[in-house]
């Protein structure tokens, strides 16, 4: 969880910190309780899971479906749970209580939207892969993206799901989920007609619509704006899947900034060069954990 001094030290580096600017990756939902295999995978998959045998939620998303409907039915569930239904743990809102009194901006590759969720500043964050509530023309034809929450519903409802009144997704005891949804929910492009596809990066179709632009050039503003202050460069739970959005970069900018202080939370992986050493906090452990502590 890290010792006393390294919290005590992260602390410190909190209460005199001017701007807080947060790097967030996969480990943090993870520590939020979004996990990818295991109970939380058999409990929604467990019928794609027996008949394809994979083993988490990513390689399903990845399966080679023959045909969409039957595509959709697995990414409904996919988006629904782990965009639609609150965090199992409150992660996410104990760091809001950390820094909600900050100048603060939040940079993630994370796509669940649970920083949102959770009551951050729409203005202050910037979610940089996508988000699993945006559908996006598959060819693509034109850069705009599309709220999904409607016709993610109706498909997980098409499937035989139930949801509760806390959003919260269940399938009735007597009910065998279906592994397919009608033609009529299958999302099409309102421009091309060509199917619809997540608004995330994986290849070079990903769209950047203007509301990613704007989020990008408001990140860029606050960077510049607090390039000389006393600021906490706060990395929680960021690998090395993309170390040059976040990682990198907040170990280049702690370099060129004196008064900064580069502060990593990450489980198996709290790391700085050797160069920003005197100026950085590495705590190796559960992210939770360690923010349960202030």
């Not at 005199?16 to 993870?30: K, L, R, W």
């Not at 990593?264 to 954990?289: L, R, T, W």
Request: glycine share 8%; aromatic share 16%; with cysteine.
């Amino acid at each position: 969880m890290g010792t006393t001094n390294e919290i005590s030290a992260l602390r410190q580096a909190l209460e005199q910190a001017e701007t807080v600017i947060i790097g967030a990756g996969a480990g943090f939902s993870t520590s939020a309780g979004f996990t990818y295999a295991g109970e939380r995978f058999h409990t929604y998959f467990g019928d794609f899971a027996s008949k394809y045998h994979f083993k988490d939620m990513y390689a399903g998303g990845f399966y080679p479906y023959d045909s969409l409907n039957e595509h959709w039915a697995y990414w409904s569930r996919y988006i629904y749970v782990n965009r639609y239904m609150d965090a199992p743990k409150p992660v996410y809102e104990d760091l809001l209580a950390l820094v909600k009194d900050k100048d603060y901006f939040v940079i993630t590759t994370n796509v669940d939207h649970c920083f949102q969720k959770a009551g951050f500043d729409k203005k202050r964050l910037y979610y940089t892969q996508g988000d699993y509530g945006l559908f996006q023309c598959s060819e693509p034809c034109h850069d705009e993206t599309y709220d999904n929450a409607e016709t993610i519903y109706e498909m997980v409802k098409a499937q035989g799901y139930q949801i509760r009144a806390d959003g919260s997704l269940y399938l009735p005891e007597d009910v065998t989920a279906k592994m397919s949804v009608p033609d009529e929910l299958i999302p099409r492009c309102p421009k091309c007609g060509k199917p619809m596809s997540m608004n995330l990066r994986a290849d070079d179709t990903f769209v950047q619509d203007e509301g990613w632009y704007q989020a990008a050039e408001r990140y860029e503003t606050f960077l510049r704006r607090h390039q000389d202050t006393n600021v906490l460069f706060l990395e929680l739970g960021v690998g090395y899947n993309t170390p040059g959005i976040i990682k990198y970069p907040f170990w280049q900018m702690t370099a060129g900034n004196s008064k900064a202080v580069y502060a990593c939370i990450n489980y198996g992986e709290a790391v700085c060069p050797h160069e920003i050493e005197k100026q950085s906090i590495c705590i190796d452990g559960d992210i939770g954990k360690v923010l349960s502590c202030f």
